[in-house]
């Protein structure tokens, strides 16, 4: 059974920096994209990040370039999502995905991460 | 605002068929594959559709997804209470470089 599991998140001031993680079990970590998607409170699903097999390619969002970094550990099929700079308008839940080509195939239960004084 | 456009809400009552479209353009729908999610209250996205028309083993065939151009329609037979929540279609966007969701359209069964 495919399981992903995020763990990181929580409060944190605008400016702060947060990291989400992400464990992967049930499949090979490796032979397969990995994704971070958002929701923001009251608002529909929003794609932050992708990260290919062997993490040689990311790609992000425009609002987060230069802000979040996208990387993975294939030996403890870890998915990372470092945050820095936060602003009030990251506040969501953040759902860790397996890729089906470039698109989700399995989700992770998601994890919350709110930016507030 | 999304590049890919869905109806906010859409509704029927338990057994009629229903279909959400999703509208998008050349750098994503017209030229990759959709795929549909269904997201529930409380619970994570679940994946019903992929390669346009494609379902994944588990989700019965009462959901079916077809696609057009640059627009794609998911479709929801025998319409069940349990299937009110959220839908939302996706794709790859050649321009963007990224993932591209619909804004997601409200299903209320009556």
């Known amino acids: 059974e495919v399981q992903l599991v995020e763990s990181g998140g929580g409060l944190v001031q605008p400016g702060g920096s947060l990291r989400l993680s992400c464990v992967g079990s049930?499949?090979?970590?490796?032979?397969?994209?990995m994704m971070w998607v958002r929701q923001a409170p009251g608002k529909g699903l929003e794609w932050v990040a992708s990260i290919n097999q062997d993490g040689s390619e990311k790609y992000y969002v425009d609002s987060v370039k230069g802000r979040f970094n996208v990387s993975r550990d294939n030996a403890d099929n870890s998915l990372l999502l470092q945050m820095n700079s936060l602003r009030t308008d990251d506040t969501a839940l953040y759902y860790c995905?397996?890729?089906?080509?470039?698109?989700?195939?399995?989700w992770g239960q998601g994890k919350l991460v709110t930016v507030s004084s | 605002q999304s590049v890919v456009t869905q109806p906010p809400s859409a509704s029927g009552t338990p057994g009629q068929r229903v279909t959400i479209s999703c509208s998008g353009s050349s750098s994503n729908i017209g030229s990759k594959y959709v795929s549909w999610y269904q997201h529930l209250p409380g619970t994570a996205p679940k994946l019903l559709i992929f390669r346009n028309n494609q379902r994944p083993s588990g989700v019965p065939d009462r959901f079916s997804g077809s696609k057009s151009g640059t627009s794609a329609s998911l479709a929801i037979s025998g319409l069940r209470s349990e299937d009110e929540g959220n839908y939302y279609c996706a794709a790859w966007d050649n321009s963007l470089s990224g993932v591209v969701f619909g804004g997601g359209t409200k299903l209320t069964v009556l």
């Open positions: 995905a397996r890729g089906l080509g470039l698109t989700p195939h399995y």
């Open positions: 049930g499949f090979t970590f490796s032979s397969y994209w």
